[in-house]
């Protein structure tokens, strides 16, 4: 085994192991993206399924479930930045029911309009006109999203466990930057490319000089051999 380590590269595993990583960040949603995208009145319909590419103009959005919030601490002093939403989660009409899209601070002002217009539309007003635009994959809800899910499905719009359990695994669209994941996956493909150059050819450069060292000591052996029992040469 130490003899295998001793023949790779240490830049070639470097960046075979930079190149993987970042595929394995990149490389679903890099998929995802070039699949032909549906349009959120698609979902509305009911067609959506994890692993779809959703994009377009969110036509109605129901109430936030959950959100998330951040917030930085400083233990020198046991003080704490305010804590910061930086993602809210809401139900979106759509799927075989309801499903979850997460909604970043920078579209918390267009989410929240259309939040407000779609219930005014649900009351008998006009038809919402805010503009919240999204690019995003769906996937499968997290267990804790989950959970918060339901209960709101239960307890705010009154729906039984029942007509929950046939909505099928809860689903989630989420926002993704698509073109910067196609750079890294881009990126971590070339990376794990040039690696496995680079550890091939060392592997190949101390192959060669463990063979001919082989066979330089396996002439000397033969050399001392023929030195000790050739009574010319002794």
Known sequence: MGRLFNKLSGAGMILVLTGALLLAFSLRDTVISFKTAKSFDDVLAGDAASGDHVAGRVPYLLDSFASMQT???????????????????????GGRGYL???????NFSPAKKLVDQTYGFLSGGAAPTA????????????????EMFHQTLREEYGLSDAEIDAMGPFLM???????TIRVFCGTGGALFLVGAVLMVRYWRKASAKSRQLREAREAQAAQAARSSYDPEIR
């Open 71 to 93: 917030w930085t601490e400083d233990r020198s002093n046991n003080s704490r930045t305010p804590k910061k939403t930086s993602s809210r989660y809401y139900v979106l009409p």
């Open 173 to 179: 669209a989420e926002p993704r930057a698509f073109g």
């Open 131 to 146: 503009e919240l635009e999204l690019d995003t994959r769906v996937v499968e809800m997290d267990e804790e999203l989950a």
């Open 100 to 106: 979850g899209l997460t909604v970043h601070s920078s």
